[in-house]
């Protein structure tokens, strides 16, 4: 698909072409807030298939994208989503042109592409991909990097809310980025990110990441969110405004894989 100018392809289209090499530095420049994430949901089946795909990942792939990208990377592993096994990796990047940049160099390797070539061959390496380009909202922060103690990964969550009218979608936004937000940090949910969909399904949306411990931090930090007065107060006067502004929402749990760079 194309998008101001920028076509954006899934990873076996890039692996298959087998594109020139692009400069190192060009792909790892940083020179601006991470501005888009290309989240990608790799739908699995049960079998050889989740272990081939976490070889790739963690032995081929990730290092890869480490070496020539400096923005943030999560790989996550479904506990509770509508497919399962199903493996979701988000990269997140500062220009859709850095999308390209980093993408060709990736796949301009010569260990990777061998590696490519051994997961794709054989029985089939997933069931499907799905690819989706997410715009980060203006008041979403940005991912701050930190180094984590050994241990059990952080649980993430996945939110989308989609409007059913233009009108109520800037409404949720507006929601989020005044009261919903300062609640959120009261209460402990501090979101990695927040965005709307440029390219997938459900649209118009709200789409974000939220990082748990566990998944009793997770219950304790929601029940008190519903149960807060100042919330309460808030979504009220927000359905008196505009309605029900989110109509529906679909909400995953993961696990952060081993491997994954943000952990």
């Given at each position: 698909?194309?998008?101001?100018?920028?076509?954006?392809?899934?990873?076996?289209?890039?692996?298959?072409?087998?594109?020139?090499?692009?400069?190192?530095?060009?792909?790892?420049?940083?020179?601006?807030?991470?501005?888009?994430?290309?989240?990608?949901?790799?739908?699995?089946?049960?079998?050889?298939?989740?272990?081939?795909?976490?070889?790739?990942?963690?032995?081929?792939?990730?290092?890869?994208?480490?070496?020539?990208?400096?923005?943030?990377?999560?790989?996550?592993?479904?506990?509770?989503?509508?497919?399962?096994?199903?493996?979701?990796?988000?990269?997140?990047?500062?220009?859709?042109?850095?999308?390209?940049?980093?993408?060709?160099?990736?796949?301009?390797?010569?260990?990777?592409?061998?590696?490519?070539?051994?997961?794709?061959?054989?029985?089939?390496?997933?069931?499907?991909?799905?690819?989706?380009?997410?715009?980060?909202?203006?008041?979403?922060?940005?991912?701050?990097?930190?180094?984590?103690?050994?241990?059990?990964?952080?649980?993430?969550?996945?939110?989308?809310?989609?409007?059913?009218?233009?009108?109520?979608?800037?409404?949720?936004?507006?929601?989020?980025?005044?009261?919903?937000?300062?609640?959120?940090?009261?209460?402990?949910?501090?979101?990695?990110?927040?965005?709307?969909?440029?390219?997938?399904?459900?649209?118009?949306?709200?789409?974000?990441?939220?990082?748990?411990?566990?998944?009793?931090?997770?219950?304790?930090?929601?029940?008190?969110?519903?149960?807060?007065?100042?919330?309460?107060?808030?979504?009220a006067e927000s359905i008196a405004k505009?309605?029900?502004?989110?109509?529906?929402?679909?909400?995953?749990?993961?696990?952060?894989?081993?491997?994954?760079?943000?952990?």
């Amino acid at each position: 698909m194309d998008y101001d100018g920028v076509v954006i392809l899934n990873r076996r289209q890039f692996f298959g072409a087998m594109p020139a090499a692009m400069p190192m530095a060009a792909a790892a420049q940083s020179t601006n807030r991470t501005k888009y994430y290309v989240l990608e949901r790799f739908f699995l089946e049960n079998g050889s298939q989740p272990g081939r795909l976490a070889e790739f990942f963690s032995k081929s792939l990730i290092p890869a994208m480490k070496k020539v990208h400096n923005g943030p990377v999560i790989v996550m592993e479904a506990l509770a989503a509508p497919h399962m096994p199903q493996v979701v990796l988000i990269t997140g990047v500062e220009t859709l042109e850095q999308t390209r940049l980093v993408s060709e160099a990736v796949a301009a390797g010569k260990e990777v592409k061998a590696a490519f070539d051994r997961w794709e061959s054989g029985e089939p390496a997933y069931l499907s991909e799905e690819s989706m380009l997410l715009e980060a909202t203006d008041y979403s922060p940005e991912i701050q990097v930190t180094a984590r103690p050994e241990g059990a990964p952080r649980i993430f969550e996945l939110r989308t809310y989609h409007s059913p009218t233009a009108r109520q979608w800037k409404l949720l936004h507006e929601r989020f980025a005044g009261p919903e937000i300062k609640i959120f940090h009261r209460l402990g949910i501090h979101p990695l990110f927040y965005s709307s969909t440029v390219f997938g399904p459900n649209q118009p949306n709200l789409t974000y990441l939220i990082p748990f411990e566990s998944l009793a931090a997770r219950e304790k930090a929601w029940t008190a969110f519903g149960a807060d007065p100042e919330w309460i107060k808030v979504r009220a006067e927000s359905i008196a405004k505009g309605g029900q502004i989110s109509a529906v929402s679909d909400i995953s749990l993961y696990r952060a894989a081993a491997y994954s760079p943000i952990r």
